[in-house]
């Protein structure tokens, strides 16, 4: 089992930055992949960024390559995303996920995660 806490969110205007952090508790041993997903009102849920917890390998959505960056404190049991150069479009509620590692890669698909924080919310004004 895993427990997820997300904070940080909140309101900026385009070209601002915020950090989301997610802390992680339970089962903080095992490899997993842990992932920021988003979703606007009226849309899918999406991956931003996933990390492997294992070998640190990141995927970024194209939308967010070059402006977000994903990253891990294994002595806080923590995943950060940074969020730099925000846009109106990316307003959005923030979840914080995490699977248990299988296969060669991890996941981008939301199905795919039986973690989830409760979200924190971004808003980007123009």
């Known amino acids: 089992q895993v427990r997820l806490v997300e904070s940080g969110g909140g309101a900026v205007q385009a070209g601002g930055s915020l950090r989301l952090s997610c802390a992680a508790s339970?089962?903080?041993?095992?490899?997993?992949?842990m992932g920021w997903f988003r979703q606007a009102p009226g849309k899918e849920r999406e991956g931003v960024a996933i990390?492997?917890?294992?070998?640190?390998?990141?995927y970024y959505a194209d939308s967010v390559k070059g402006r977000f960056t994903i990253s891990q404190d294994d002595a806080k049991n923590t995943v950060y995303l940074q969020m730099n150069s925000l846009k109106p479009e990316d307003t959005a509620m923030y979840y914080c996920?995490?699977?248990?590692?299988?296969?060669?890669?991890?996941?981008?698909?939301?199905?795919?995660?039986?973690?989830w924080g409760q979200g924190t919310q971004v808003t980007v004004s123009s």
């Open positions: 996920a995490a699977r248990f590692f299988r296969g060669k890669v991890c996941s981008t698909s939301v199905p795919d995660y039986n973690y």
């Open positions: 990390i492997d917890s294992g070998d640190v390998s990141t």
């Open positions: 339970g089962d903080t041993y095992s490899r997993k992949c």
